[in-house]
């Protein structure tokens, strides 16, 4: 049996989620710690979204995704500055994007099932 490309809805919310807060970190008046937020919460979709990728056998999609989660993961941080991560947020919408299209495209992932077909 063939891969039936149904699109998975549910992977959808936490990317528009984090589209919307990386277009709002990019206005300078922000506090602090809403880049403290924003890194808790890119690092848990772009992890969840590297295993959905995986699973998904969207093999460059979960490179950049983990990589993406790597660098804002709130553990380790790396310290850029805000011009830099200005340029690494844009970035990073439109990797989000793009996995959106690449979710909505991919045929081998059965969304009501959760997983692949053979």
Not at 64 to 90: D, K
Request: contains cysteine; aromatic residues 16%; proline residues 3%.
């Amino acid at each position: 049996m063939g891969c039936t490309g149904r699109f998975r809805y549910s992977l959808i919310m936490p990317q528009i989620i984090a589209i919307v807060m990386l277009f709002l970190a990019l206005v300078p008046i922000m506090p602090y710690a809403y880049y403290m937020v924003l890194r808790l919460v890119l690092f848990g979709v772009c992890a969840y979204l590297a295993y959905q990728a995986y699973q998904s056998r969207l093999r460059v999609l979960t490179w950049f995704l983990a990589g993406t989660a790597l660098l804002y993961n709130p553990f380790l941080r790396v310290h850029l500055t805000r011009t830099l991560w200005s340029f690494i947020n844009i970035l990073t919408i439109i990797l989000l994007i793009a996995s959106i299209w690449a979710f909505r495209t991919s045929k081998c992932y059965d969304a009501k099932e959760g997983h692949h077909e053979s």
